[in-house]
């Protein structure tokens, strides 16, 4: 034990100044650790991407005339790739260097004073070399750009050597070390201030690099055999001394076969990976090289002394070499790395294999009698110890020179160049930054820090090709994950999906345990239709890294987009975690159109992620759980300016679901004012058109295709054409279905050729007509006093079904104009007819309810509700509010009717029965609130303008208010609806 503490026998001064260095060494070593685990970050780090693939989902079938329409909503598919970020500079990694390498100079020096006469001269030699190295001319000191800063900086360094040496050699060291320290700290301080460059210890930091590879270069020389020495020790020290020698040649054996695998691999022979890196045998040797050092004193003896002085030196190489390290791992500069990972390998590897000749040649004899070899193992008999020194130089230099003897100086300049480069684009200056990793580049071709930074610059100038061959010199021999998903990224977009599959599988292969990897090369086989190999590397992903959430995304959104005949409440069990999956989930569950239970919960904090916003999307479109509050929730965080970029999106299907739900007027509210503020507003004019055509108000379909034709006629023109001939507008309908006839579309060409011979057609002809032409004409060519030819036509309809159809059609006709007695005897024309149409006969049924609530026929109404047993869907929400307030009106329960009435004037204002009733309770219960009445009429007139009981009752309430100028244009209006429509 006494070995291993031996620092009990320094005096108290020197036990802290050693525990002080090793607390400094040992934050140094931590840091690589700490950054190693992490590499390539902090400086490369992820982006998550995310892409939305939008399909139309028929959100809503219905049928006007013989017209069949569909509304469709957004159902989004969520995919997600990581990507590499841009290179980040954290200045602050340079200043941790300078520091590390300022305190380790600090020791170097107070050392190099106590050294004798002729080391020290060598010693002063060496620190001019240093100084004049650091280029200071270029940090504009005091303005000055020649030596006289680098002279002065040495004066200031080697006058407190001087002075110890020639004039007070009995200072004590810890008063060299404060001296030292005053002296850096000063140097440091005056270069701040008078430097006219910016950030001028920065640039010291980047000059530093080639003086301490020189330095880490010396310091693995010195320690490349410690782990063999530590053999010795461990077998020849130990408690049980038997067969040493073959025990050290086993161990010994072992340790150099793993450094040649290391090698092996290094070299392309092999490609296991299964051994020590050279950096983790470089950190044991640091490590045992603490102690080693202390045995070794037989060969230094008459240059310092072991203990401290030795030990301390050791610790300053050290703390230089790990402070150099830490820094280029930090930063990711792998030329840097690469460099120390080599002299490492090959020093381990040279001074390793000369070592055990050493240790054979001088104690084979005393290993094989096990002996306490360690006390002796630098007291050589036969082979003197500089003989294994330049013996195991010999042997590095030859791995060097193998190797191309300039790539370690090449590498490092391109090391140093990198640093300067970071320096310049943490301060912005692009251009410059630019030049220096091209410098560093041309010194070293496969600089991956380099290359990866000119990509991004070349991104951010648009400039895909070249950022693609930047990428490509970035993982040729030293990759990154980020580097060959990026360069794959830029392939797919310029369209080049198949090379930039072929990156992807060259990534895999660099990378197989990457989930990053795996689940982008699924989303390109995904994005090829290549779907068996997707899913595939989707599962590898997942088994990779089960805590990541793309593969599960990505992997949903391949069922999704294939529509897989997987039963989607199934597969909600085992995603309900996961927002992203099971918003994909939610989007295979609506292309199948089936009701899934499940819950959402919006975020406490009102910032909608994408896959929140993907969530919502989805889940409105299953109908919301019959919960407008829910609606309403993401509506009102829709419209938060955190969430603008999901604002159209949200809201536009918002009012897909209110309409859903059967709150039309919500419905119409929420679209109009999300094509108010949309830069393609005709797509939601044109949904808006559709509602009203299925809400019975022709009329109001027209105000909204008469927009969205001057938005984008190509898509308006169609129901344009509807709508006119719903609104029994001939003229205008035959002219609008005639340049329809135009289309490309066969379908929609055959169409309108059918409509125009329907409508355009002399009467006397309607008999020549075919297919469902006579049906069409039953609807559209006989006005509303032509009863005996209509009842004479309908023999030329194919089916009852169709004779129904147009007896039901021609009957709401005349309820919709406010004669009900019409609508009564033509009802009656469907008595006998055998219907085979189940939801036909619904509709029958339900009109018959309509017709019974306007003559107030209450108690039939309820009787036929049960015998009849007749269901109301949210598409008959407004009949069946309608009936219940009729009833509470009839059951003297005002205040629920008052309810229904409020809730029927503002969720259905294109239901004229209901508006009209409303208007007509309101009335009754308050007499004198006449004004509110007319309030009510009028807004509900603005809202359906051509609705004929709502023209009515506005005109009698007009009139009884004295509003006679408004009374009398309303009739005006009134008489043109019945004239022309």
Known sequence: ????????????????????????????????????????????????????????????????????????????????RMLGNDLVVNPNSGYLFLTGCAIAFIML????????????????????FIVASLRLESLEIAGLVNRLPAILLSMLLLLPGVWYQFVSPATSFFRRLVVYTIVILVAGVLIHLLAHTGSPLLYLSADLIPIAMIGSAVFIALIAHEIIAAFITLITGGFYKSKSLNHFLIL??????????????????????????????????????????????????????ADPFAVYGILALGLLTWSLVSYLQVTANDPGLSTISDLSLYAHLGYGMMFVIYVIGNFINLLGNNMAVYKVLYQPEHMPFFTYRFAGLIATLGFVFVNFWMRPVNDTMAAYHNAVADLYLSRGEVLLAEGYYKSGVSFGTYNHHGNYAIANIEVMRNNRTRAIRAYDNATSRRPTEMAFLNQAELLRQQGDKLQSLQVLEEAARAFPRSAHVWNSLGYTYMDLHVADSAALAFRRARRLDPRAPSSAINYTALLAVRDAPLKADSLLTLYDGDKGAKANVLALANRQHVQVQTTFTLPADSMLSVYDAVLAQNFLLQGAGQDTAIVRTVWTMAGKKQNSAFREQLRFTCA??????????????????????????????????????EQRAPSVALTYTRFALQQNPQEAQFLNA????????????????????????????????????????????????????????SLYRFDDGDSVAF?????????????????????????????????????QLTSGLQLSDRNLLDDIRHFELLMLADRRELNTIAQQINNQQLQFGPNRLAEKIYLAALLDVASGKS?????????????????????????????????????EVYKLLAAALHRHPHSVR????????????????????????????????
């Open 791 to 827: 009842k004479k036509f309908l023999r030329q309809l194919s089916s009852d079904d169709q004779r129904a159809k147009a007896i039901l059609e021609r009957c709401q006709r005349y309820f919709d104009r406010d004669e009900l007695l019409s609508a009564i005897v033509t009802f």
């Open 895 to 931: 205040t629920e009717a008052t309810a229904k009435f409020q809730w029927l004037v503002r969720e259905q204002p294109l239901f004229s029965p209901g508006v009209v009733a409303a208007a007509d309770f309101m009335r009754q219960q308050s007499p004198d609130k006449q004004l």
């Open 109 to 128: 020096l107070a050392l190099m004073s106590v050294l004798p006469r002729f080391w020290f001269y060598i010693s002063a030699g060496i620190l001019i």
């Open 252 to 305: 010994s054996v072992i340790y150099l076969l793993n450094l040649w695998f290391a090698y092996a691999h290094k070299m392309g022979w092999v490609n296991w990976d299964f051994y020590l890196h050279p950096l983790v045998v470089l950190f044991i040797s640091s490590l045992l090289a603490v102690w080693g050092i202390r045995r070794q004193s037989p060969q230094y003896d008459n240059i310092i002394d």
């Open 656 to 693: 897909m679901a209110w309409y859903q739900l059967g709150m039309t007027g919500s419905a119409l509210t929420a679209m109009q004012d999300v094509a108010l503020s949309s830069l393609t507003p005709e797509r939601y004019n044109n949904i808006l058109a559709q509602w009203a055509l």
């Open 1 to 80: 034990m006494q070995f291993l503490a031996f620092w009990k026998n320094y005096s108290t001064v020197y036990r802290r100044i050693l525990a002080g260095f090793a607390v400094v060494v040992a934050c140094a070593g931590s840091l690589y650790w700490y950054t190693y685990i992490q590499y390539p970050a902090p400086s490369l780090t992820w982006q998550s991407v995310q892409h939305l693939d939008t399909s139309p989902w028929a959100a809503h079938a219905f049928q006007v005339g013989p017209f069949d329409l569909t509304v469709y909503g957004d159902n989004l598919v969520l995919t997600e």
């Open 722 to 777: 509807v709508a006119l001939t719903e609104a029994h507008r001939t003229g205008e309908a035959i002219v609008a279905w005639d340049s329809l006839q135009r289309k490309k579309t066969s379908k929609l060409r055959s169409l309108a050729e059918s409509m125009v011979r329907v409508l355009a057609l002399p009467s006397d002809q309607l008999g020549s007509l075919s297919g469902n032409e006579p049906f069409s004409a």
């Open 950 to 981: 709502i023209l009515k009752a506005y005109i009698a309430e007009a009139r009884a208010a004295g509003f006679d100028e408004y009374a009398e244009s309303a009739a005006a209006t009134l008489q043109f609806v019945l004239e022309h429509e």
